[in-house]
């Protein structure tokens, strides 16, 4: 047995057999009683002297979740830049269940952003809602994310569907034929936005630093 194995597994699984499993709870948050019902016959179990097992919780938790979310992620990502090169960072939010990303790219033109969109949606069975940000947007936390949507989402140009789609058989919204609509949101700046973002300059940091150090040195 390889040294560097806790458990290893062996057995086969007869297509000819089936056999009522289920439900389970899905990394949607609800229970599925869809399954293959496969059989799988173990032949060989060996492991080590007190072997170190890895439990991962099954259902709407980050653990089960992580375990295709960083993959799939990592697979878009590399695509999506190949293909857009403006696009700066691809994130699947834990919240969104597989079902949402969101893209940051420098936009340089108009229809950039929903043709980067539609090439995520199409690539990715499980994703049905992208939102498009500007680079200057953390896409890894919520909350930007959703400020971007409040301040620069116009719905009635900024929001596309394309309906009857494959989608994810554990999607438990899905219709019964299996199919999804898909929905790209544009939160990115427009050519003509009229708004100048909000900052601190650098300089009162400086100064505001200096002050509070001055102040706790006394």
Known sequence: MPASAELVLEGTIDP?????????GEFSGYSSSRSTHNVLTMETVLHRRDPVLLDIVGGNTADHLNLARIPREAEMAQKLVERFPEVTRLHYPTSGTHFHAYVALRRTRPGQARQVMLGLLGWDPYLKT???????????????VLRAMAAHLQPHQ????????????????????????????DATRAADFDGVRIGIAEESVRTARRLLDAHTAD
């Open 16 to 24: 000819e057999q089936r056999a009522e499993e289920g439900p389970f």
């Open 130 to 144: 992208v939102v498009a940000v500007d680079e200057d947007v953390d896409v890894t936390r919520d909350e930007e």
């Open 158 to 185: 900024d929001v596309f569907v394309v309906d009857g789609l494959p989608g994810s058989p554990l999607d438990p919204s899905s219709t019964a034929d299996g199919t999804t609509s898909r929905m790209g949101l």
